[in-house]
Each structure stands twice: as structure tokens, then as C-alpha cells.
């Protein structure tokens, strides 16, 4: 009888690990740079979008892209205009591990500067933070932001 038991309450807690598995996507299924992944995010925008220029963010300048003073991040890339009048962002970062990424992403959505530019500047509605697993997308557009963002959340499928 206390085999029976013992082997009941095994796959029990079997069955309990199983069902408690995380399930979301996870940016590892991501191929590519962040480069590459940037392209695929712009894909169906080219004739609308100006040309633009990517940087690399650093903790330099991570104030200026995100709106936000730290991060632990592995790597983060800006697309934006070279020089035009237009208001436009588009922000990829890879956070390390540990990171509370809804955390940041409301940390990022509160403290961004849809006004940065001279002159210009994204409405409020326009500006999207999402994630796919480690990776947080940050979008600023006043043309395309739900082609942008339908792009970013298809790279899971």
C-alpha cells in the first residue's frame, strides 16, 4: 500500500513540474543579430521609412534612447533617422538574465521622451514597449507603429 502511495505522489509531483513549465517564447528563438532582427522589424515600411542610421546603445547613452539612467543589458541597437525632420525610434535590447523585464519595460514606457527630437515629437499612443523573452522592443512612430510592432511580436512564431 505505501508503494502504491509513494508512486501516486510521484507522478503527482511529476505532473505538477510539467504543468507549472513555462511556456512563453523565448527570444533564443530568434535567429540573428539584433541587426538582422531590426531588418525583420522594418520589413513592409522601407518606402514609408526615411533613411536611417543604426548606433549601438551603450550605458552612455542609454538615457537618451530609453529614457532610463541603468540597465543590465547584453547588447542594445537604435535605428533612427540620419537626418530628417521626422520623429522615429526603434530600440532593441537583450537584457541579462535576472532582469524583471515587465519591470523595465514600465520603467522604460513612464521615463522615454516621445520629444527628444528638435521640433518634432511621437504621440503618446504611438510609443510601444513589448518583449519577447529577454529581448524588449521599444518603439516611437508617428507612420507605422502597428506594422512595426506585428513585426516585432511575429519574430516568436
Given at each position: 500500500?505505501?508503494?502504491?502511495?509513494?508512486?501516486l505522489?510521484m507522478?503527482?509531483?511529476?505532473?505538477?513540474?510539467?504543468?507549472?513549465?513555462?511556456?512563453?517564447?523565448?527570444?533564443?528563438?530568434?535567429?540573428?543579430?539584433?541587426?538582422?532582427?531590426?531588418?525583420?522589424?522594418?520589413?513592409?515600411?522601407?518606402?514609408?521609412?526615411?533613411?536611417?542610421?543604426?548606433?549601438?546603445?551603450?550605458?552612455?547613452?542609454?538615457?537618451?534612447?530609453?529614457?532610463?539612467?541603468?540597465?543590465?543589458?547584453?547588447?542594445?541597437?537604435?535605428?533612427?533617422?540620419?537626418?530628417?525632420?521626422?520623429?522615429?525610434?526603434?530600440?532593441?535590447?537583450?537584457?541579462n538574465?535576472?532582469?524583471?523585464?515587465?519591470?523595465?519595460?514600465?520603467?522604460?514606457?513612464?521615463?522615454?521622451?516621445?520629444?527628444?527630437?528638435?521640433?518634432?515629437?511621437?504621440?503618446?499612443?504611438?510609443?510601444?514597449?513589448?518583449?519577447?523573452?529577454?529581448?524588449?522592443?521599444?518603439?516611437?512612430d508617428?507612420?507605422?507603429?502597428?506594422?512595426?510592432?506585428?513585426n516585432?511580436?511575429?519574430?516568436?512564431?
Amino acid at each position: 500500500m505505501k508503494k502504491i502511495i509513494s508512486i501516486l505522489l510521484m507522478f503527482l509531483i511529476s505532473l505538477s513540474a510539467v504543468a507549472c513549465k513555462n511556456t512563453k517564447s523565448d527570444s533564443s528563438n530568434i535567429e540573428g543579430s539584433l541587426s538582422d532582427i531590426m531588418a525583420k522589424i522594418y520589413k513592409g515600411t522601407e518606402n514609408n521609412s526615411p533613411k536611417l542610421m543604426q548606433t549601438e546603445v551603450t550605458s552612455e547613452n542609454l538615457s537618451y534612447y530609453l529614457g532610463i539612467e541603468t540597465l543590465d543589458f547584453k547588447e542594445a541597437l537604435a535605428s533612427e533617422p540620419m537626418m530628417t525632420s521626422i520623429a522615429h525610434s526603434v530600440v532593441l535590447v537583450k537584457v541579462n538574465d535576472g532582469v524583471d523585464i515587465e519591470k523595465t519595460k514600465t520603467a522604460i514606457k513612464e521615463k522615454v521622451d516621445p520629444r527628444k527630437w528638435i521640433c518634432v515629437g511621437v504621440e503618446d499612443n504611438n510609443v510601444i514597449v513589448d518583449s519577447i523573452g529577454d529581448l524588449i522592443v521599444l518603439i516611437m512612430d508617428n507612420e507605422n507603429p502597428d506594422t512595426l510592432h506585428k513585426n516585432f511580436k511575429n519574430l516568436s512564431k
